[in-house]
């Protein structure tokens, strides 16, 4: 009941406090914040971003939920605590229910500001702006007004100029990750404002397709690094972000399903491209353990990534996960992957068995193993 009561306190005195406004790096800040920082900035509200994940992060989180609570849930709680701890009052925990047309996120993501304010007992001003497409007025501008009415901005001009910066930057980041760019580089670019196209012309042996959310492939203490990992290794790595909408719609189009899930294109819409390119020399897809629209999804992955031949490795993750099996799985799949492009190039040479049994394409990762 106290608690309830600072909390109002908060929310009334809002309008009175510096526009600050604090995002937890976790969950959609992968997918939304150069939207969101062209947005707040323009109209003048400063962000305070909580700190890189780490193992604090991951175990304070936890200790606040469910055991059975999706990794990623854990990393967000914590993200939170992270922001009190600094100082931030005022946090931006959306409540991103339907992303289009009957097109939804999965519970957890949807009631995301109930839970947080139900674990989270220190005090702090929840912003919980509701994006929901499949009920009337509830879309794009309705969200972000909401979002920033606390801070007394209720002009709509002023909201859709804004809007308008959000996109700018948001359309940056996306053009440059498209080129091939790594992600946080094209995010720190988009976040200076500047669009710079560089294009990879190193040539790798082994090329494979990452699939998985945005919180779990870039933040790179959940996924431990594992894009940094996959070059180490010689692998070219490409994901949902190098893919324009139409070839992720065709890629879940490819797997016999609607689009029902919102954060679908990172899973079914990525896989069912990469599956079908002949580039792409296998698959590896990293999810939550206990997640349920995951393994809905990773088993159509899993059924069509037979019928293609193709190599797929599954790496599930929650806080107990340790790096030396997760590197292990990884250098086996990526073994694998160039003991069979060896036997594919082998193959097509026109030598004899013996000489094919000595032959070594160039590929440095196994040569110096
Ligand atoms: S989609 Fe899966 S991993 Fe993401 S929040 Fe929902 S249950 Fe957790």
Known sequence: MYIVEIRDKIMTNLKDTEKVIGIPRAMSFYNNYPFYYGFFNELG???????VTTKQTMSEGSALVVTETCLPIKVYVGHVLNLIKKGVKN????????????????SKIRGLPDLIKNVVKEPCNIIEATLDKSEKNQGLYEFLAEAVKPFGITDKKLIKKASKSGWRCYNNFHIM????????????YALQGKVVISADVKEHPITIGLIGHGYNIYDERVCMKITDKLEKMDVKVC??????????????SSLGNDKYWAN?????????????DNKIDGIISITAFGCGPDSLMLERITRKAKQFN??????TI???????????????????????????IVNKLNINTEEKQKYIPNTEYIETK
């Open 45 to 51: 509200i400063k962000i305070v971003l909580s700190d």
């Open 91 to 106: 946090i931006f925990v959306p409540s991103l229910q339907s992303i289009d047309n009957k097109i939804y996120n999965c």
């Open 177 to 188: 990750s498209k080129s091939g760019m790594p992600y946080s580089k094209a995010l720190s």
């Open 239 to 252: 994901t949902a972000l190098q893919l324009s909408a139409e070839q992720l719609q065709e890629g879940i």
């Open 264 to 276: 679908e294109d990172e899973m079914t819409g990525c896989a069912g491209h990469y599956l079908k």
């Open 310 to 315: 193709k190599p797929l490795l599954n790496l």
């Open 318 to 344: 929650d806080e107990q996960t340790g790096e030396a099996g997760f590197v292990t799985r990884l250098e086996a799949f990526v073994d694998m992957l160039f003991r069979k492009k060896r036997a594919e």
